[in-house]
């Protein structure tokens, strides 16, 4: 055997083909859907939080990223998500699952639904039209807010065959909370979820702060903010209005239930 020089590659070479080269050569169509591109790089929840953050008001983002006081309830409720494992079976069939259960006497997909946010339309344009109509999508409940910025009716109507939970907050007006309900029931609403914690709004100090109201007012700060997020108030600006709600009764003693 002829000993290696030093040095000497051991690997043949050749020059590639034509053909061979253009396998590589995978150029992607460029897309004109700006908000589709976007999303498709977002690859995780923290993924869409920047982008939230980046294309919306202080306000409207600190209002739907926070909490109330020094948010340790909500850092120990996501933290309780994160400890959560799962341990998968082996040795099993896993070419077809199936995720579907049963939840509050009716069936989802999978074991969660969308809960009720208020104010969504802070959020994203079509606010509850949006969540109800993907929820209705992948089979799973969407709950409405008492402090929802779309109809009972509108939200059922682009998902028409889903199951719709309400949550309700007692108003001081009694008249009021029993119209919501008879419509929700009216537009085949399931389930009614109960709030009854929540006798006094918490302390959302980022709110404070940033001068939040609802619905959200042209302010110096607000106007300052938004000079480079001109897209938000356009779609603020140019959809339908939507009134404030009236506040909640502060107590709702068992007596009164």
């Excluded at 999303?39 to 926070?66: M, N, Q, S």
């Excluded at 709600?245 to 003693?253: I, K, L, W, Y």
Aim: net charge neutral.
């Amino acid at each position: 055997m002829t000993p290696q020089k030093e040095g000497a590659s051991m690997v043949q070479r050749q020059f590639p083909k034509p053909s061979e080269l253009m396998e590589f050569m995978q150029f992607k169509k460029p897309s004109l859907d700006f908000t589709g591109n976007r999303l498709e790089k977002a690859l995780t929840i923290y993924d869409l939080r920047k982008i939230a953050k980046r294309r919306t008001p202080a306000a409207a983002f600190d209002y739907t990223d926070g909490a109330a006081e020094g948010e340790f309830s909500m850092n120990r409720a996501r933290q309780a998500f994160e400890d959560i494992e799962f341990h998968p079976g082996v040795l099993t069939d896993v070419s077809t699952v199936d995720t579907t259960t049963e939840v509050l006497g009716g069936t989802s997909a999978m074991p969660f639904g969308i809960a009720p946010t208020g104010f969504t339309r802070l959020m994203q344009t079509e606010g509850e039209i949006a969540g109800s109509g993907a929820a209705g999508a992948a089979g799973i409940p969407f709950c409405l807010s008492t402090l929802g910025t779309t109809s009972i009716e509108d939200v059922r109507k682009v998902n028409p065959d889903g199951r719709l939970w309400f949550q309700l907050y007692v108003m001081r007006e009694r008249e009021i909370s029993y119209g919501l309900v008879e419509r929700a029931a009216k537009a085949g609403f399931d389930t009614l979820f109960f709030t009854v914690d929540t006798p006094v709004a918490g302390a959302r100090l980022r709110d404070k702060r940033n001068g939040f109201s609802i619905p959200p007012q042209l302010s110096l700060k607000t106007v300052a903010n938004a000079i480079p997020r001109p897209w938000w108030w356009y779609d603020f600006l140019t959809t339908p209005s939507w009134n404030s709600p009236r506040s909640p009764q502060p107590a709702v003693p068992w007596a009164s239930c």
